[in-house]
Nanobody, 129 residues
Framework: QVQLVESGGGLVQTGGSLRLSCTAS????????MGWFRQAPGKDREFVAA????????QYGDSVKGRFTISRDSAKNTVYLQMTSLKTEDTAVYYC??????????????????????WGQGTQVTVSS
């Protein structure tokens, strides 16, 4: 199994930026797509972004398009989420995930998997006004 550890969360004002990191351990000897999702208090989990093994293909949720950028360093088994122009609506616990069955991004798989799966403890992002 693959274990993921998220970091980089914190408190930031509206309009600010923050970069999250997620490092994988365990079975990381083969390629796989990775991504991010989030959950705000009292809300359902929401897909944020995903990236292919090569980094050439990405997918973003509608609410973060143009503001967030996902990237990865496969050699370090790490995926990043650069968040800019943050809004209070972005306040949530951010989790990363891994699709061990494929190297490409499958939006269908991600939207289904995040409903009931957790790979790590998540990292809190709080945006103040």
């Amino acid at each position: 199994q693959v274990q993921l550890v998220e970091s980089g969360g914190g408190l930031v004002q509206t309009g600010g930026s923050l970069r999250l990191s997620c490092t994988a351990s365990g079975r990381t000897d083969r390629g796989y797509a990775m991504g991010w999702f989030r959950q705000a208090p009292g809300k359902d989990r929401e897909f944020v972004a995903a990236i292919s093994w090569t980094g050439g293909n990405t997918q973003y949720g509608d609410s973060v398009k143009g503001r967030f950028t996902i990237s990865r360093d496969s050699a370090k088994n790490t995926v990043y989420l650069q968040m800019t122009s943050l809004k209070t609506e972005d306040t949530a616990v951010y989790y990363c995930g891994v699709d061990t069955d494929r190297t490409v991004v499958s939006i269908t798989w991600w939207e289904s998997a995040i409903r009931h799966r957790s790979w790590g403890q998540g990292t809190q992002v709080t945006v103040s006004s």
